[in-house]
């Protein structure tokens, strides 16, 4: 079974750029989030999306940041225009019942 | 407000020796409770989780972790470690409404 997918892997842009990330969640996984890690700490939720629902955004900076799922299966986070603050690894992640989360090898985005 | 603490920021074990890793939480209700691992420029990984029954759960690559609901605590532990195990560990609550906490990790060492 594949797991999540996601891409780019890397991506150096300069500042005020506009920049996406690409998730693929594990076949028949509803649940899909996003989340920002910086090195060292914990990963920061910034999304959880319910098929196509959004169900959780409280903690994304929608002045610049935006998330779609449209069909209810992958998923496309944008930064738009990019902060030096947003360089960090972005992960995804999916579950099936009870909330175990499957993450991806995430998307470490540096902002120059 | 619900939270869940990692008290350490590092623990340092001997090869052979048994290691502790702790967290706990402050969540109302009966929480889904998890432990993730982080080998260096790797997504997260699940490696356990409680959810009801039995208060000593094992998990994969010999871990297990046990719950105590008075203490509110969620210890991940392993009886005898290994270099391997080198790594950043998570412990994550999930408390119900789509509220998923995870703690700010602890860095495991095992010295040869």
């Known amino acids: 079974e594949a797991g999540v997918v996601q891409s780019p892997r890397y991506k150096i842009i300069e500042k005020k750029q506009p920049v996406a990330f690409w998730c693929n969640p594990i076949s028949g996984h509803n649940t899909l989030y996003w989340y920002r890690q910086n090195l060292g700490q914990g990963p920061e939720l910034l999304i959880r999306?319910?098929?196509?629902?959004?169900?959780?955004d409280s903690q994304l900076p929608k002045d610049r940041f935006s998330a779609e799922r449209l069909k209810g299966v992958d998923s496309t986070l944008k930064i738009q225009p990019a902060e030096l603050g947003d360089s960090a690894v972005y992960l995804c992640?999916?579950?099936?019942?009870?909330?175990?989360?499957?993450f991806g090898p995430g998307t470490r985005l540096l902002v120059l | 407000a619900q939270s869940v603490a990692q008290p350490e920021d590092q623990v340092n074990v001997a090869e052979g020796n048994p290691l502790t890793v702790k967290c706990t939480y402050s969540v109302s209700g009966n929480p889904y409770l998890f432990w993730y691992v982080q080998y260096p420029n790797r997504g997260l990984q699940f490696l356990l989780k409680?959810?009801?029954?039995?208060?000593l759960v094992k998990g994969s690559y010999g871990f297990e972790a046990e719950f105590n609901k008075s203490q509110t605590s969620f210890h991940l532990k392993k009886p005898s470690a290994l270099v391997s195990d080198s790594a950043l560990y998570f412990c994550?609550?999930?408390?119900?409404?789509?509220?998923?906490?995870f703690g700010t990790g602890t860095r495991l060492k095992v010295l040869a």
């Open positions: 994550a609550v999930y408390s119900g409404t789509y509220k998923y906490i």
């Open positions: 992640a999916s579950s099936g019942l009870q909330e175990t989360q499957y």
């Open positions: 999306y319910e098929n196509e629902e959004a169900v959780d």
């Open positions: 409680y959810i009801t029954g039995d208060n």
